[in-house]
């Protein structure tokens, strides 16, 4: 995406203000690094870490226990232990010893790190400090993220070995990449199948996780994916509307594809009167709000759930073994804009160069405000019902939803949009102990899947990695205490409200992250911000 002379100002001026090399004039500036993790930035691993008295909810979908003690030895989890039953006093001579450091979560809420499969790390011109998303992604108890991708090649697989080594502050990161980045492809089109062989290849050689693919044409997609299945490469894809008409969901899901992220491609493979959208005749791709306005407009081109089709197409889904990660959350805008423009932390959270990116203009991605209308907002109610009716009716069936936030536009910010995600998949019918299992567990065998390999964490049970997040109000109740701002709650003993909740610990490789200092780090990013470029105006 082009940046304007204002904007690239805007990010030359942070980058030099963090010691960059110069940019040539004719260079765009890069993603900023993080900085190597300072002391005081996490404790451990410890030889033998105990989370005492917890009420665990373990991301399996099972009803949640406690109280327990989990004992970490390093970065793994060793033991969890019951010990006691509710409302009786804990008899310390059954507990696990011998610790090293304990944290008293007594009352407290443990349950495992969340898994974020649809991120991007920032932006040169909205968010180009790497170290602000991952501190609001581990402040929000998120210990992986999945990048689609986090930045060019090179910056994202040096960033996922830096995390891998817990050398910065961030979440553990998978790298999966769009056809053709890499230095090597700079000044090369690719356009036959064995040349998109061959960059798989270069990208596996070089360590990428996985593909975010397109909805390339048929025969580039197949040599794709074929070539991933070889180097057990991850796939995911945003089937968006330039090709979807010959690549749809069913489609990329015949040819292998792992996961579909958004809902592109989804309903045109259930389309009963048309076989391609019926766009009008002044749409235009480049007009965003023509691209986003009216995609929400094919809701009523399915026959809805229930109908032949639309339970075909669940079944085939469920036979391939597709994943789903609607990414509900990035969207919703859509159906109410005011609100999100309002929510409660943009204040705080949001810098202003992110501020500024999110404000309608025709050329950041996302920003497509020119004139949105009720008929919009209600096109987007009417397709959301319909959306989720599908990905419900799938998780229904036994298919796997994952968990995908896509922040960065349309008003959503790091961190709080992937709460925000949860929130939508219970909207959409999902129990709250299947919303935690689609944020843990079925992200990590969406994950591992690809390698054949067994998950490494998204469960809190011995022997995986101690990722986990530690939240002092239960989260099955109000989901929104995993929020970094928390819920609104009336104190009936003072008669005034108060917030409540906030991840209090995140625990990533067995170090433990204090996740309100996090927060209270990026809230010091926001206003050093808005000192040096000022206040931006909530329109």
Request: aromatic share 10%; charged share 25%.
């Amino acid at each position: 995406m082009r940046m304007t002379d204002g904007r690239l100002g805007l990010a030359l001026c942070l980058l030099m203000a963090h010691g960059a090399a110069a940019l040539a004039a004719d260079e765009e500036p890069q993603m900023i690094p993080a900085p190597d993790r300072k002391a005081g930035e996490g404790e451990g691993p410890f030889e033998r870490l105990i989370i005492r008295g917890a009420t665990l909810i373990d991301g399996t979908g099972a009803p949640p226990i406690g109280p327990v003690d989990i004992v970490v030895e390093g970065n793994r989890i060793a033991e969890v232990k019951s010990v006691g039953y509710p409302g009786l006093p804990i008899k310390d001579d059954k507990r696990p010893q011998g610790a090293t450091r304990e944290i008293d979560a007594h009352g407290a809420f443990v349950m495992p790190g969340i898994v974020d499969m649809h991120t991007h790390t920032g932006g040169e011109t909205k968010a180009p400090e790497a170290e602000y998303s991952y501190k609001l992604w581990l402040g929000h108890g998120i210990t992986t993220v999945r990048g689609v991708p986090s930045g060019d090649l090179e910056f994202s697989l040096s960033e996922k070995a830096r995390s891998s080594r817990n050398e910065i502050v961030a979440p553990r990161i998978f790298s999966y990449h769009t056809l053709g980045q890499g230095r090597k492809y700079e000044d090369v089109q690719i356009q036959a199948p064995e040349q998109a062989r061959e960059w798989v290849r270069y990208v596996a050689k070089e360590g990428a996780d996985g593909l975010k693919l397109g909805s390339h044409r048929p025969d580039i997609m197949s040599a794709l994916l074929d070539e991933a299945r070889k180097y057990g490469l991850g796939s995911t894809a945003h089937l968006g509307q330039l090709g979807v008409a010959q690549m749809n969901a069913l489609d990329a899901a015949r040819l292998g594809l792992g996961t579909v992220t958004h809902f592109y491609g989804l309903f045109e493979s259930m389309y009963e009167n048309h076989d391609v959208q019926p766009w009008p005749v002044d749409m235009n791709y480049n007009n965003e709000q023509h691209r986003f306005g009216q995609v929400a407009r094919q809701w009523n081109l399915v026959a809805g759930q229930g109908s032949e089709k639309w339970r075909a197409t669940l079944a085939e889904f469920r036979e391939l073994g597709l994943t789903l990660d609607p990414t509900f959350t990035i969207y919703s805008a859509g159906r109410d804009v005011m609100r999100t423009r309002n929510a409660d932390w943009h204040d705080e959270y949001t810098l202003p160069a992110q501020w500024d990116f999110y404000t309608p203009n025709r050329e950041s991605h996302g920003a497509y405000w020119f004139y949105w209308t009720t008929a919009d907002e209600i096109a987007w109610k009417n397709f959301y019902r319909v959306w989720m009716q599908f990905v419900n009716d799938y998780k229904n069936m036994g298919g796997r939803v994952t968990v995908g936030s896509d922040s960065g536009f349309i008003y959503q910010l790091y961190g709080f949009g992937t709460i925000l995600e949860l929130e939508m998949l219970q909207e959409a019918g999902f129990h709250p102990l299947e919303v935690i299992r689609a944020a843990t567990m079925h992200g990590a065998e969406a994950l591992f899947e690809p390698r054949g390999e067994d998950i490494r964490f998204g469960v809190v049970r011995p022997g995986l990695l101690a990722d986990l997040l530690i939240v002092e109000e239960n989260p099955l109740e109000n989901l929104k205490v995993l929020y970094g701002t928390g819920a609104v709650r009336l104190d009936d003993e003072t008669g005034q409200p108060e917030r409540v909740g906030g991840v209090r610990y995140t625990i990533k490789d067995g170090i433990v992250y204090d996740a309100k200092q996090l927060l209270a780090d990026v809230r010091a990013m926001v206003a050093r911000q808005k000192a040096e470029l000022g206040e931006r105006k909530r329109y």
